[in-house]
């Protein structure tokens, strides 16, 4: 055995008394590695948590993953094995597959004369895989192996494998990857719609502008009755947060928390310290943070940072794509948790957030198989900009979100804050790793596959993209998400429906076909705001000002609209002096449109880029103004 201090062998020697069967938390006391306090209360707090000593000592920190390792070895008769003195067998790599000896922290080691060596870091999981390997394996032993040892040869092993899965894994019928490959048929009619509408844009100009201004009339008439409707299905409030449980009988669900990260110089160290708030057993919490293998910005930074043993860092080996879900689509399989759940760089939660969680998931019924929490801010005070982007969350996590829920639509998630029944996420595929929105495209696969989404008040601050370029690039993004997203799901319309039903499909639309074409349309509108003021508005011609009467009752409409819902967000958040800034979104809306511009043409040129946006420009407003403390 390695790492074993002389002075346990003296004593066990001076004892007469064999190891078998003696608690680790007695031969740690032996060796001096815990005093009598650290072993009654991480007993205590074993048997409360109803958690493994092992994995409890382990994620406090109390004890080295080597001396853990021969004190459990010791415990239970069995080998303990390292990488550097007995390297495990490469033949036996296809024993079982990586992602779940990753799960089991498990890894078939070795052959001996009699039978197969199982490592294991935590024993009480040994019964359990060992199931799990071919009838054919006759006699299996227990072997002890530091967590760190098995992850280092299994990434070894696997690492290019479970990279072209993590890109390639979902089908491709449900991913956007060739989406631009259009069948024939469809090319051709695609080709011959867009030679028929520029035929008539040069031949027939006002019949052009007069069918694209019908449409952005019903467009937008049809998306205010749509968030009208979810506002009066949202105003009542979210179901409150179940006190959290602090143990018992029920025990704590494994949680993993995956962070992706990308050139995180400014942001990193402190979302260490904002995730070590959180109020949740470490033996039951891991925290992955995710980055790409030659991000050495981002790795220099956390290794100065003094992670805990609970929080490890996974790095995600080169491929065809660099995108935040091929990363997520990677780590989880370093994910040993039964919920899942992601956060961006800049997000501080709620210290009782992950409470809630769990003890809400432990009622709601299996179908339920994501939950979405709400995304406010910590600078809305930073500019203008901010402070509208804010109110645009309020409105949207808020009010409309949780209507479109109650509506029975399927409603596209957000990329943070949202947490996942592990069975779920493995059953729909994960995440499409072309996708750059893959949260809005989860969000709806995931109703095809039956399972809803609620959302409840879990409140995380995160910054406010406050620049008015980078905002405008986010927000592109985000809106080529949408259109790519709404692509893949109406490849196949008939299919689509069937697993949707005809009212969600309708909510499909809704949510993303009109938001879209309403941006798209929207100058068209704009335009007869300036012809109230005298400019000539040329495309109709006489034509003009019949319509003006009814549009500008339905433009009046659409502020009116927009005023009442950006109020029931404003005064549903901790905000309120932001009220007097809700009608200055008239001004900040259009800006999207800029975005959606910018979005249509690298749908066509660069589809699968992640213009990323950089974090750490915007301090919180106040000290403590990235704790949330709210109760919506």
Same mark, same amino acid.
């Given at each position: 055995?390695?790492?074993?201090?002389?002075? =346990?062998?003296?004593?066990?020697?001076?004892s007469?008394?064999?190891?078998?069967?003696?608690?680790? =938390?007695?031969?740690l006391?032996?060796?001096g590695?815990?005093?009598?306090v650290?072993?009654?209360?991480?007993?205590t707090r074993?048997?409360?948590e109803r958690?493994?000593?092992s994995?409890?000592?382990?994620?406090?920190?109390?004890v080295? *993953?080597?001396?853990?390792?021969d004190?459990l070895?010791?415990?239970?008769?069995?080998? &303990?094995?390292?990488?550097?003195?007995? *390297?495990?067998?490469?033949?036996?790599?296809?024993?079982?597959?990586?992602?779940?000896?990753?799960?089991?922290?498990?890894?078939? $080691?070795?052959?001996i004369?009699?039978?197969?060596?199982?490592?294991?870091? @935590?024993p009480e999981?040994?019964?359990? %895989?060992r199931?799990?390997l071919?009838?054919?394996?006759?006699?299996v032993?227990?072997?002890?192996?530091?967590?760190?040892?098995?992850?280092?040869e299994?990434?070894?092993?696997h690492?290019?494998?479970?990279?072209?899965?993590?890109e390639?894994?979902?089908?491709?019928?449900?991913?956007?990857?060739d989406?631009?490959?259009?069948?024939p048929?469809r090319?051709?009619?695609?080709?011959l719609?867009t030679?028929a509408?520029?035929?008539?844009?040069?031949?027939l100009?006002?019949?052009?502008?007069?069918?694209?201004l019908?449409?952005?009339?019903?467009?937008?008439? %049809?998306?205010?009755?749509?968030k009208?409707?979810?506002?009066v299905?949202g105003i009542l409030?979210?179901? *409150?947060?179940?006190?959290?449980?602090?143990?018992?009988r029920?025990?704590?669900?494994?949680? =993993?928390?995956?962070?992706?990260?990308?050139?995180?110089?400014?942001?990193?160290?402190?979302?260490?310290?904002?995730?070590?708030?959180l109020?949740y057993?470490?033996?039951?919490?891991?925290?992955?943070?995710?980055?790409?293998?030659?991000?050495r910005i981002?790795?220099?930074?956390?290794d100065?940072?003094?992670?805990?043993?609970?929080?490890?860092i996974?790095e995600?080996?080169?491929?065809g794509?660099?995108?935040? *879900?091929?990363?997520?689509?990677?780590?989880?399989?370093?994910?040993?948790?039964?919920?899942i759940?992601?956060?961006?760089?800049?997000?501080?939660?709620?210290?009782?957030?992950?409470r @809630?969680? %769990?003890?809400?998931?432990?009622r709601?019924?299996?179908?339920?198989?994501?939950?979405?929490?709400?995304?406010?801010?910590?600078n809305?005070?930073?500019? +203008?900009?901010?402070?509208?982007?804010?109110?645009e969350?309020?409105?949207?996590?808020?009010?409309?979100?949780p209507?479109? &829920?109650?509506l029975?639509?399927a409603?596209p998630l957000?990329?943070?804050?949202v947490?996942?029944?592990?069975?779920?996420l493995d059953?729909?595929?994960?995440?499409?790793?072309?996708?750059?929105?893959?949260d809005?495209?989860l969000?709806?696969r995931?109703?095809r596959?039956?399972?809803r989404?609620?959302?409840l008040?879990?409140?995380?601050?995160?910054?406010?993209?406050?620049?008015?370029w980078?905002?405008?690039?986010q927000?592109s993004? +985000?809106?080529?998400g949408y259109?790519?997203?709404?692509?893949?799901?109406?490849r196949?319309?008939r299919?689509?429906?069937?697993?949707?039903?005809? +009212?969600?499909?309708l909510?499909?639309?809704?949510?993303?076909?009109? &938001?879209?074409?309403q941006?798209?349309?929207?100058?068209l509108?704009?335009?007869? $705001?300036?012809?109230?003021?005298?400019?000539?508005?040329?495309?109709?011609?006489?034509?003009?000002?019949?319509l003006?009467p009814?549009?500008?009752?339905?433009?009046?409409?659409?502020?009116?609209v927009?005023?009442?819902?950006?109020?029931?967000?404003?005064?549903? =958040?901790? @905000?309120?002096?932001?009220? #007097?800034f809700?009608?200055?979104?008239?001004?900040?809306?259009?800006?999207?449109?800029l975005?959606?511009?910018?979005?249509? $043409?690298?749908?066509?040129?660069?589809p699968?880029y +992640?213009?990323?946006?950089?974090?750490?420009?915007?301090? #919180?407003? @106040?000290?403590g103004a990235?704790?949330?403390?709210d109760?919506?």
């Amino acid at each position: 055995m390695q790492d074993t201090p002389p002075t =346990s062998q003296t004593r066990r020697r001076a004892s007469g008394l064999p190891d078998l069967g003696r608690p680790i =938390s007695t031969l740690l006391l032996e060796d001096g590695v815990l005093d009598e306090v650290q072993a009654l209360e991480a007993l205590t707090r074993s048997r409360r948590e109803r958690t493994p000593l092992s994995r409890l000592l382990q994620a406090e920190g109390h004890v080295s *993953p080597e001396r853990l390792r021969d004190a459990l070895a010791r415990s239970h008769g069995a080998p &303990a094995l390292s990488r550097l003195t007995a *390297p495990p067998a490469a033949a036996l790599a296809d024993l079982l597959p990586p992602d779940i000896c990753l799960r089991h922290s498990a890894l078939p $080691w070795i052959r001996i004369d009699d039978g197969l060596l199982l490592a294991m870091a @935590h024993p009480e999981g040994f019964a359990r %895989v060992r199931a799990l390997l071919p009838e054919s394996e006759g006699r299996v032993v227990l072997a002890l192996a530091t967590e760190a040892d098995i992850v280092a040869e299994i990434t070894e092993r696997h690492a290019a494998e479970m990279a072209l899965r993590a890109e390639t894994g979902l089908p491709s019928d449900l991913s956007c990857r060739d989406m631009n490959r259009l069948p024939p048929a469809r090319a051709a009619l695609l080709a011959l719609a867009t030679v028929a509408l520029l035929t008539l844009l040069f031949s027939l100009p006002t019949v052009f502008f007069g069918g694209a201004l019908a449409l952005a009339a019903a467009t937008m008439l %049809v998306a205010q009755l749509a968030k009208l409707a979810a506002f009066v299905a949202g105003i009542l409030p979210l179901p *409150p947060t179940p006190s959290g449980p602090k143990g018992g009988r029920s025990g704590n669900p494994t949680v =993993s928390l995956m962070v992706p990260l990308h050139r995180e110089e400014t942001i990193a160290a402190t979302l260490v310290e904002r995730l070590d708030r959180l109020d949740y057993p470490r033996a039951a919490l891991e925290v992955l943070l995710v980055l790409e293998a030659g991000d050495r910005i981002t790795r220099a930074t956390l290794d100065a940072a003094a992670l805990p043993p609970w929080m490890r860092i996974v790095e995600v080996p080169p491929g065809g794509v660099t995108t935040k *879900p091929r990363a997520l689509n990677y780590a989880l399989n370093f994910a040993r948790g039964t919920l899942i759940g992601i956060y961006d760089a800049e997000d501080s939660p709620a210290p009782d957030q992950l409470r @809630h969680l %769990v003890a809400h998931l432990s009622r709601a019924p299996p179908e339920v198989g994501c939950v979405q929490g709400i995304l406010d801010f910590y600078n809305p005070k930073a500019n +203008w900009l901010s402070r509208c982007f804010t109110l645009e969350y309020a409105s949207w996590f808020r009010v409309l979100l949780p209507g479109f &829920a109650r509506l029975g639509f399927a409603i596209p998630l957000g990329g943070t804050t949202v947490f996942f029944r592990r069975e779920a996420l493995d059953r729909v595929g994960g995440w499409d790793a072309h996708n750059v929105t893959e949260d809005a495209d989860l969000g709806i696969r995931l109703a095809r596959f039956g399972y809803r989404t609620e959302l409840l008040p879990l409140v995380t601050r995160e910054e406010a993209n406050c620049r008015l370029w980078p905002w405008i690039r986010q927000r592109s993004r +985000w809106l080529k998400g949408y259109l790519i997203t709404w692509r893949v799901h109406m490849r196949h319309p008939r299919r689509c429906l069937r697993e949707l039903g005809a +009212w969600r499909m309708l909510g499909l639309q809704l949510i993303f076909l009109a &938001a879209l074409l309403q941006l798209l349309l929207a100058p068209l509108l704009w335009g007869f $705001w300036l012809y109230q003021l005298g400019v000539t508005y040329p495309l109709l011609g006489p034509a003009t000002a019949q319509l003006l009467p009814a549009l500008t009752v339905l433009l009046l409409g659409s502020e009116a609209v927009m005023l009442v819902i950006g109020l029931g967000g404003v005064l549903r =958040s901790p @905000h309120p002096r932001l009220l #007097p800034f809700v009608p200055t979104l008239f001004l900040y809306y259009p800006l999207a449109t800029l975005a959606l511009y910018k979005a249509l $043409w690298e749908t066509l040129r660069r589809p699968f880029y +992640w213009d990323k946006t950089s974090h750490g420009h915007s301090a #919180p407003d @106040h000290a403590g103004a990235d704790v949330p403390m709210d109760a919506p």
